[in-house]
Every structure is written in C-alpha cells, then in structure tokens.
C-alpha cells in the first residue's frame, strides 16, 4: 500500500460503494450490541441469579420476555450480562495481548539482529501450542476460571500481533524517512513511537477487529465445556451448557445464546473484513 | 580542519569494506569525493554519523571539533546528528514520514534539540523553508502534495535549518534531471557562502565536480586512490584509475549530436 492511499483514506476521501452497507449494518449492529451492554450496565436492576424454582422454565410472558431458565432465572436478564462477560472478557484479552504483541514486535523489527532472533524463536514457540491445548493445560494447572482463560488467551494470541508488526517494521524501518528521521537525530524511542506505530496501527486494527470473533468464540466454547466462567456466573457459552438438558424439552433455552454468540461473532469478522477491505490490507493479514 | 579522518577502515564479518581511508573536509569548503558504486563512499558517509549497519565495524579515527567521532556514545551522536553534522540523501520522494505533515518534522527536529518554545519553532521552521524558495504554507501539507522538486528542498531545509557544521549530501542528484540537478547544487552553494558549513558531496557525476567543488578525492573499492585541488586533479589526474574515470565522463563539449551525420557518412 502506498503512503499516499493511507492518507488519502484516513481523511475520509473517496469511499468505495461495494462494502457501504456492510459497513451500515456492522454499524448498527454494534451500536445495538453497545447500547444493550450500556443499558444493562447502568440501568437494569434484576438479579441474574435470583433463582425461583416455582417458576422455571416458563415460556416468554410479560415479566420474562425470553422466560426462565431451570432454576427460573429470567433469561433476557442473563443473556444481557452474560454479553457484557464474553464480549468484556474478549477485549480484554485481546487489548492485553496487543498490549504485549506490539511493543515486542516494534522493538525486534526496528532492532533486528540477536533481539530479533530472540524475540521470535520465542513467538515460535508460543505459536507451535494450539489455543485450545493451552487453555486446557492452564486450567488444569491453575485451576478453571474466566481469569485463567484470558491469560491463556493471551498467551496464544500475543504471537500473531508481534509477528504482524514486526514484519511491517522490518519493511518500514529500510525506508529513506526512517533513515532520516536518525540522521536528524531522533531517539529510537521516538522513531518507533512516532514514525512507525501510526503505519502499522491499521493492519494491526483489521488483525483485531478479525480475531475478535475468534477470542469471543474460545471464550464461550471453554466456557461451555466448563473451563471458562463458573456457574452462577451468567456467560453465553455456560448458557448453552446449562440448558442442554432441557434441549428436548425447551431448545429455545439453547437459541437464545447461540444466537447471541453467532450473531456477535458475525458482525465482528463483517466489520473485520470490511476494515481489511478499506485499508486495503494484504491477505497475509488474515489470521 | 572541520573533520579529519584518519585511516578508518570499515570492516564486516569477513571482508573489508573500507580500507585505512584518510580524507580531510576543511572549514567551509565543497569537498567531492567521487567512485564508483560500490566503493565504499556512502559507507563512509554513514561511518561518520555512526549510521553504520549493526554489523559492520568502524575502526580507525573521525576527528570532529576536536574529539574522535568513533568514541562518542550514541546519545551524544544523537545530539550532534542533525544539529552539527547534517545529511541530505538521493531519494527526495521518501525523505518525509509519509502521514506526518512537512511541519511536524521541522517541528520535531528543532524539538529533540532542545528548542522549547513552539511558536520559536514555528517561526524558525518556516524561515528554513523560505531560505530554500519555498513557501511557509507547505509546512501544513503532506508529503504527498508536494512535487519531487519541493520535497528535494524542502528535505535540505530540514539538513540546513540547525546551521550545521558539515552537510553530508550522499548522490543528492543521483534521481534528478541535470537542470534539477544544477539547481539543487545552486541552492547547496548558496546556502553554504551563506552560512559557512562545509559540504562533503559524494557523487560519480563529474560534471558537478568540476562545477562546484573546491577540492576532491578519488575513492575506488574502498581506498582512496589520489585527492588534491581540483584543477590539480582534473587537469594532471596522477592515478590510472582517476583518468580512465574522467575519460569515462560525459563530457559535452559540443552542442548535443544526434549522430544523424554519422550515419549519412
């Protein structure tokens, strides 16, 4: 991509036509997601775990839209804070790892040499763990626990940042203005913060914005096998667990977080690759 | 004596690069110093500003105002670099960070050393741009918006905004036309009976050799080969190398043949 487009589109010129009402509805959707995980935070006064075994598994009715659960949990209730669990936890984990993965990335792309190679073999070894192996072992070691797998998380997922960057650094870090910008002598501090952050900020925004829907389908399939959130704690994929029971019976209990995580997850890799698209990011990015 | 180098060799993991090279840049004057690709000139440019890659090593001395460059830690270099001793290279196009405006760099140069007020800063950025025949109202656009001509002097504004002792110019008009080319040697002359720095001008055109420079050596695969006077060289070349480079040069004596009579004859 040349310096020219990037600057041509940050500052909101030409848009392409093709993608405008994927970015319209990814729009609206996450403000509907933003405006749910607002309400619920600030306004709303029931009690997910207020259990009323008079009452469960009734159907939608006035004081339960979406009816109760086996234990007469109001489902609406727990399906809106356990959004704000998966989707809070999911950002979390990956502003963490971004938080770790860049930094480490700038550094052994602009220092190059043994920081470089010490940097990465370690990145290799991180990457040669699958997400799902890592959480399970941390678990066992350390116990099952939301915590425990966002750190986990975040031991898989640091890698894929600082390869990212470290990569565009190394191409950036050959150009001219860099050269420059040492000739004139500006710290190194300063030409990584300065002059080569902004350049990788949207590659490493499409990356996030792609993954995201993955740490959000992790964090509830953990969750569902029980490695994740621990009951009573309302979150989509101990939802799905806790209503598998009752999946002859009443599958609409297993709908309603399915159908959250799904819907999320989407909209998530729609904005991704709408973003991928606009900044016209190469494939490799793609994690 | 403004540098003086002495016998600097510049040495990578199994070759040398640079070989027990000495080359002095008096006070004020243009100092050329000419080869071919390849030999080891640009090293030696990057040499005095400790630019080298991580993996070559400079040893030998680089006299500076009195201290040896090679010994200075890389926190003094940073000071002196940019301030006292100045690059300008080839490519104009790439000189500028390409999503920061031409006045956040001036900006930011004047920044890291040590100029604290920002409306100083302002109104010394857009001296340094009018000292080149710019306007200051470039300081608000990016590098893309300005042609290759601005960017050339706009990027030896920045070189030049700090009164630097030495300009290093590095094949400044390698990627130019010979009118840009010309003009952009103009401006570095110029600038330099303005303020008195002196320039070390690496280049293998020796037609601005012989236009603009005072004194010139020969490098070739990292020695140096003869240097003296000007005239001394041009006209009593010593060294074989030195005189097959000027019978190399292209020299136009005449106005310009398009060989349509030789093909007639």
């Known amino acids: ?287 | 004596m403004i540098l003086s180098i002495e016998e600097l060799s510049i040495t990578g993991r199994d070759r040398t690069l640079v070989d027990n090279v000495s080359l002095a840049v008096r006070e004020g004057e243009f100092m050329a110093l000419v080869g071919q690709s390849g030999s080891g000139k640009s090293l030696l440019s990057q040499a005095i500003g400790q630019l080298l890659p991580p993996n070559l090593h400079a040893s030998g001395r680089m006299m500076f105002d009195g201290s040896n460059l090679l010994d200075r830690k890389p926190k003094e270099m940073r000071a002196l670099r940019g301030s006292r001793i100045s690059y300008i290279f080839q490519d104009y196009q790439g000189a500028f960070t390409p999503f920061r405006s031409i006045g956040a760099h001036f900006d930011e140069y004047q920044k890291v050393h040590g100029e604290k007020s920002a409306a100083v800063r302002r109104s010394k950025a857009a001296e340094a741009l009018e000292s080149v025949g710019l306007e200051a109202k470039l300081l608000r656009r990016y590098p893309f918006q300005l042609s290759g001509g601005q960017l050339q002097r706009a990027s030896i504004a920045t070189a030049l905004m700090l009164s630097p002792r030495l300009l290093i110019a590095d094949e400044v008009t390698t990627a130019l036309d010979s009118v840009s080319g010309h003009r952009v040697l103009e401006l570095l002359a110029r600038k330099q009976a303005e303020t008195g720095c002196a320039i070390l001008f690496i280049t293998h055109d020796w037609r601005h050799v012989r236009r603009y420079a005072n004194r010139l050596s020969v490098m070739k695969e990292g020695r140096i080969v003869e240097s003296g006077g000007k005239h001394r060289i041009l006209d009593h070349p010593q060294h074989d190398y030195t005189r097959q480079l000027i019978a190399a040069a292209p020299i136009l004596s005449r106005s310009l043949n398009s060989g349509l009579e030789e093909d007639k004859a």
């Not at chain 1, 209730?77 to 669990?85: D, E, I, W």
């Not at chain 1, 300063?190 to 590659?203: D, F, S, V, Y």
């Open chain 1, 1 to 287: 991509m040349t310096p020219r487009t990037i600057v041509l589109r940050l500052s909101g010129a030409p848009k392409s036509k093709k993608h405008g009402w994927q970015a319209i509805a990814g729009a609206l959707f996450v403000l509907l997601v933003l405006a749910a995980s607002a309400y619920t935070f600030l306004y709303l006064k029931h009690d997910p775990t207020l259990t009323d075994l008079r009452g469960r598994l009734h159907g939608a009715s006035a004081s339960h839209p979406l009816g109760t659960d086996h234990l007469g949990r109001d489902v609406l209730t727990r399906l809106l804070l356990g959004g704000g669990q998966t989707i809070g936890y999911s950002l979390l984990a990956l502003g963490a790892a971004l938080v770790i993965g860049i930094p480490l990335g700038l550094i052994a792309g602009y220092r190059r040499g043994w920081v470089d190679r010490l940097f990465m073999r370690i990145a290799d070894g991180f990457l040669a763990f699958p997400d799902t192996i890592v959480a399970i072992v941390l678990s066992g070691l350390l116990g099952a626990g939301i915590g425990n797998l966002v750190l986990a998380i975040i031991i898989v997922k640091w890698v894929s940042y600082a390869r990212l960057v470290r990569s565009t650094v190394l191409a950036e870090s050959q150009k001219d203005y860099i050269r420059i910008a040492r000739t004139n002598g500006l710290s190194d501090a300063r030409i990584m913060t300065k002059h080569l952050l902004p350049h990788i900020a949207g590659h490493v925004l499409v990356l996030a914005s792609l993954d995201i829907g993955k740490i959000i389908l992790l964090i509830s399939s953990l969750s569902y096998i029980g490695l994740g959130a621990q009951p009573p704690t309302p979150e989509w994929g101990a939802m799905l667990n806790d209503s598998r029971p009752y999946f002859q019976s009443r599958p609409e209990l297993m709908v309603y977080p399915g159908l959250a995580i799904v819907s999320v997850v989407l909209i998530a890799n729609m904005l991704g690759d709408y973003l991928r698209d606009r900044f016209d990011v190469k494939k490799e990015v793609q994690p």
